[in-house]
C-alpha cells in the first residue's frame, strides 16, 4: 500500500477508535519505515487494547527515535505515557517516577505547552490520596495551562482531578461540583481524547466510592459505560467498574458487584497496580459473604494495598484476634496519611478493634477523628461510621447508655444512606448494649432484625454470629453474676487482673477471685480458654 496511505489509514483508524485496524496499520507502516510518529502511534493502540508489553516497547522505541532526532517535546510526552504504562500494566513504581522525571528534565526551558499540564496532572494522580494539597497544586497549573492554550482535554480533566483532591480532602460539595462539570464535558462530546475522556470520568466514579454517594455514581455510570464502550477503551472502562463494583457492593447489590468485579478482574493484569486494586475489592466482597478463605486468597495477591490490609484486619478483628486488627488498620492509616475521606474507613475500624480490646482512650481517638472528617464532609454515610465509632468507644468505656444513643443513630444513619451491611453491624452492637442495659425484650428484636438484613444480602457468616449472640443466656445459666459476665468481657478483651482492677475500681484480689469462681463456674482451665468462650458466645466486645 505505501507507507502514507498506511500511515493515513492508521491515524483514521486512531480517530474512529478501531484499534486493532489502527494496529496493524502502524505495524505495516514500521515494516516500510521505522518513524517515531508510527511508533507512538503503534504504542497508543496497543494500550486500548490493553496490550502492556506491546505498549511499553513501542511507545520507549518511540521515546529513542524522538530523543535521536532532538525532538525533547515528543519525547517527553511519550515518557509521561510510559509513566502511567508501567504503573498500570506493571505495577513498577520506582520505574514510573524515573520516567516522569526524564519527561521533567526533557520540557526545561521550553515555553508552556500541553505536555507541561500533562505532566503536572500525571505527577498529581500519582501523589494522591496522599499529599492532597500538592495534587492540587499541580492542578491549579493544569488548568489554567489548559484554558490558556484552548485544550478542553487537559483543562477538564485537571477539573475532574482537582475534584477528587477535594473530595478526598473532605471538601465534598466543591468537589463534587467540579467533578459533575468535567463529566458532562465529556459526556457532551466537548472533550476529544479518549484517555482524558477515560480519567475524567473515573475521577467521579472514584470519588462517589469514597464518600459512597449512590445516587450520584448511579446517575452517572451507566452513560460513562456507554461512552466507554462506544470508544472501545476496555482497560480504562474496566478500572472505572471495578470502583463502581465496589460502590454496588456497598450498596448490598451483591450479585451485580459480583458480575461488575469479574469483569474487571478478567481484563487487568493481576500483578498490575489495577489489577491488584481489582482483586483487593473482590476480597472484600468474599469477606462480606463470609468466604473468608476466598478472600485470603484474592488479598494476598494484592498485599500492599490499602483496601488488601483492610480487608484483612476486618477478618482478624472477626476472629478475635484484636492485635492484628489493630495493627491492620493502624498500616492503613499511614498508608492514607494525607486523605480525609479515605482515612474514615480505617478509622471505622481502628475505633472498633480498640474498643474491643478494652483500649478506651484509643478508641476514643480514633472516634473523634472520624467525627471531625464526617463533620467537615455532611454526608449521612460517614456521619454513620462516625457515631458507630463513638458507640464502640463509649461501649468500651461502659457509659452504656451514651452508647445505645450513638449506636442507634448510627443505625437510622446508615439505613438512610442505603448501607445495609454497615446498618446491620451497627445494629448488633446496639442489641449488645440493649441486652447489657437489661432490656433483653429490644436487643432481641434489634438482633433478630440484624439476622434477616444479613440473610437478605447474602451475609451467612454474619447471620451465624448473631445465632451465637442470642444464646447469650448460655453464661447466665452457667451461674454467672453481672459482675462475673463484666469481667468475663475484660478477660476476653486481654485486660489483666490489675487493669480490669483500676478499670472497675476493685482491688485486684477480687478481681482474681471473680476469675477464679468463672473458671469453676464454665468448667474451664484457664484464662485463655475463658476468653475463647466469650469470643464463641459473643460476649467478647
Given at each position: 500500500?505505501?507507507?502514507k ?9 486512531l ?5 486493532e485496524?489502527?494496529r ?11 518513524t517515531p ?9 496497543s ?9 511499553l ?5 518511540a ?29 513498577e513504581?520506582?520505574?514510573s ?10 520540557l ?8 507541561h ?5 500525571r ?6 490520596p ?70 475524567s ?6 470519588a ?6 449512590f445516587?450520584?455514581?448511579g446517575?452517572?455510570?451507566e ?30 447489590d ?19 497496580g ?39 484486619a ?9 492485635a ?8 492503613y492509616?499511614?498508608?492514607?496519611e494525607?486523605?480525609k475521606?479515605?482515612?474514615a ?33 455532611g ?20 457509659r452504656?447508655?451514651d ?6 443513630d ?15 453491624r ?21 438482633l ?11 451475609a ?59 473458671l ?22
Amino acid at each position: 500500500m505505501g507507507l502514507k496511505p498506511l500511515l493515513k489509514q492508521a491515524r483514521e483508524a486512531l480517530a474512529d477508535a478501531d484499534w486493532e485496524t489502527a494496529r496493524r496499520a502502524f505495524s505495516e507502516a514500521l515494516a516500510e519505515e521505522e518513524t517515531p510518529e508510527a511508533l507512538e502511534g503503534l504504542g497508543r493502540a496497543s494500550f486500548f487494547l490493553n496490550d502492556g508489553a506491546g505498549a511499553l516497547e513501542a511507545r520507549e522505541r518511540a521515546y529513542s527515535s524522538y530523543r535521536a532526532a532532538g525532538r525533547e517535546l515528543d519525547a517527553a510526552r511519550v515518557a509521561i505515557a510510559l509513566a502511567w504504562d508501567y504503573r498500570a500494566f506493571r505495577g513498577e513504581r520506582a520505574v514510573s517516577d524515573g520516567w516522569l522525571s526524564r519527561a521533567r528534565r526533557l520540557l526545561e526551558g521550553y515555553a508552556p505547552t500541553s505536555e507541561h499540564g500533562w505532566l503536572a496532572l500525571r505527577e498529581a494522580s500519582f501523589i494522591l490520596p496522599g499529599d492532597v494539597a500538592r495534587a492540587r497544586e499541580c492542578c491549579a497549573r493544569a488548568e489554567a495551562l489548559g484554558r490558556e492554550l484552548g485544550d478542553i482535554d487537559l483543562e477538564m480533566t485537571a477539573i475532574a482531578l482537582d475534584g477528587l483532591a477535594r473530595v478526598s480532602d473532605g471538601e465534598v460539595t466543591q468537589g463534587m461540583v467540579r467533578l459533575d462539570e468535567a463529566t458532562a464535558a465529556a459526556t457532551a462530546g466537548e472533550m476529544n481524547d479518549p484517555v482524558a475522556i477515560g480519567f475524567s470520568c473515573c475521577y467521579l466514579i472514584f470519588a462517589c466510592e469514597r464518600v459512597r454517594d449512590f445516587q450520584r455514581a448511579g446517575e452517572w455510570c451507566e452513560r460513562l459505560a456507554q461512552m466507554a464502550e462506544s470508544w472501545n477503551v476496555r482497560a480504562l472502562r474496566a478500572v472505572c467498574r471495578a470502583h463502581y463494583g465496589t460502590v454496588l457492593m456497598l450498596r448490598g447489590d451483591w450479585s451485580e458487584a459480583e458480575s461488575v468485579l469479574r469483569e474487571a478482574a478478567d481484563v487487568l493484569p493481576p500483578h498490575s497496580g489495577e489489577g491488584a486494586d481489582t482483586l483487593a475489592r473482590l476480597g472484600e466482597l468474599r469477606r462480606r459473604q463470609g468466604r473468608t478463605d476466598e478472600a485470603m486468597a484474592l488479598i494476598s495477591q494484592a498485599e500492599h494495598h490499602p483496601m488488601a490490609l483492610l480487608t484483612a484486619a476486618a477478618i482478624s478483628l472477626s476472629r478475635g484476634d484484636h492485635a492484628a486488627a489493630v495493627d491492620g488498620a493502624s498500616r492503613y492509616l499511614r498508608l492514607i496519611e494525607g486523605a480525609k475521606t479515605e482515612r474514615a474507613a480505617g478509622l471505622e475500624l481502628l475505633a472498633e478493634a480498640h474498643a474491643t480490646a478494652g483500649a478506651e482512650a484509643a478508641a476514643v481517638a480514633a472516634a473523634d477523628e472520624l467525627s471531625a472528617i464526617a463533620e467537615s464532609a455532611g454526608t449521612d454515610p460517614l456521619r454513620g461510621a462516625a457515631r458507630g465509632a463513638e458507640g464502640h468507644a463509649l461501649h468500651a468505656a461502659r457509659r452504656l447508655d451514651d452508647a445505645r444513643e450513638a449506636l442507634d443513630d448510627a443505625v437510622e444513619l446508615l439505613s438512610r444512606a442505603g448501607l445495609p451491611f454497615e446498618a446491620a453491624r451497627a445494629r448488633v452492637a446496639l442489641g449488645v448494649t440493649l441486652r447489657e442495659l437489661g432490656r433483653g425484650d429490644a436487643a432481641r428484636q434489634e438482633l433478630e432484625l440484624a439476622r434477616r438484613r444479613f440473610a437478605a444480602l447474602g451475609a451467612h457468616a454474619e447471620a451465624n454470629r448473631i445465632a451465637q449472640l442470642e444464646s447469650l443466656q448460655r453464661p447466665a445459666q452457667a451461674g454467672l453474676s453481672a459482675r462475673e459476665r463484666e469481667i468475663l468481657v475484660l478477660v476476653a478483651g486481654g485486660l489483666s487482673n490489675k487493669e480490669i482492677a483500676t478499670k472497675l475500681t476493685l482491688s485486684e484480689h477480687t478481681v482474681h477471685r471473680h476469675v477464679a469462681n468463672i473458671l469453676v463456674k464454665l468448667r474451664l482451665s484457664s484464662r485463655a480458654a475463658a476468653a475463647a468462650y466469650a469470643v464463641r458466645h459473643g460476649l467478647a466486645r
